[in-house]
């Protein structure tokens, strides 16, 4: 876990560069991640001007064996997000509440970012998961999967419910 560590006291003004890799060994560690298999960097920039601390955390790699949600085939999502970070050693001493703010106990020396990496990870996987629409609007998806759904849904069947059927027939 030391080597998500960054250290914040003592340092000087001015930016400070630090990468990870973060890969599947970092997953182990949170056994309820439905990511398992990954190969993101993690470029991350302290920047400390006076008394301000401000960390930006770029990410770009792939998250690979995620489920698509349409074929359910597995899929590799590309990661890229940007993410900036206040940190506070004071919570009493910060004016803008509509930034992204880490608070810490004024004593800290160092900030490990491991959780944060990973919260990172997961708000910049897509809502939704599907293979990739090609230039024809065609996709890529399982069409063995998709001719199953096909087969089994119903799209024209009335799903009312007829115990409201006498409702509809008010003006």
């Given at each position: 876990?030391?080597?998500?560590?960054?250290?914040?006291?003592?340092?000087?003004?001015?930016?400070?560069?630090?990468?990870?890799?973060?890969?599947?060994?970092?997953?182990n560690?949170?056994?309820?991640?439905e990511?398992?298999?990954?190969?993101?960097?993690?470029?991350?920039?302290?920047?400390?001007?006076?008394?301000?601390?401000?960390?930006?955390?770029?990410?770009?790699?792939?998250?690979?064996?995620?489920?698509?949600d349409?074929?359910?085939?597995?899929?590799?999502?590309?990661?890229?997000?940007?993410?900036?970070?206040?940190?506070?050693?004071?919570?009493?001493?910060?004016?803008?509440?509509?930034?992204?703010?880490?608070?810490?106990?004024?004593?800290?020396?160092?900030?490990?970012?491991?959780?944060?990496?990973?919260?990172?990870v997961?708000?910049?996987?897509?809502?939704?998961?599907?293979h990739?629409?090609?230039?024809?609007?065609?996709?890529?998806?399982?069409?063995?999967?998709?001719?199953?759904?096909?087969?089994?849904?119903?799209?024209?069947?009335?799903?009312?419910?007829?115990?409201?059927?006498?409702?509809?027939?008010?003006?």
């Amino acid at each position: 876990m030391e080597e998500f560590n960054i250290k914040i006291k003592g340092v000087a003004d001015g930016k400070h560069y630090h990468s990870f890799v973060i890969d599947d060994s970092f997953f182990n560690d949170y056994n309820n991640s439905e990511i398992k298999n990954a190969n993101i960097l993690a470029s991350v920039t302290l920047e400390k001007k006076l008394d301000r601390l401000s960390l930006f955390v770029n990410l770009d790699g792939k998250v690979n064996n995620m489920l698509c949600d349409i074929c359910a085939e597995k899929i590799s999502l590309d990661i890229n997000s940007k993410n900036r970070i206040q940190i506070h050693d004071d919570e009493n001493n910060f004016q803008n509440k509509d930034e992204e703010v880490l608070c810490i106990n004024p004593s800290e020396k160092e900030i490990n970012i491991k959780h944060l990496l990973f919260e990172f990870v997961n708000l910049a996987l897509p809502t939704k998961r599907q293979h990739k629409i090609n230039a024809d609007g065609t996709s890529n998806c399982n069409q063995e999967m998709l001719d199953l759904i096909s087969k089994y849904t119903n799209p024209t069947k009335n799903m009312s419910d007829p115990r409201w059927d006498k409702l509809k027939t008010i003006k």
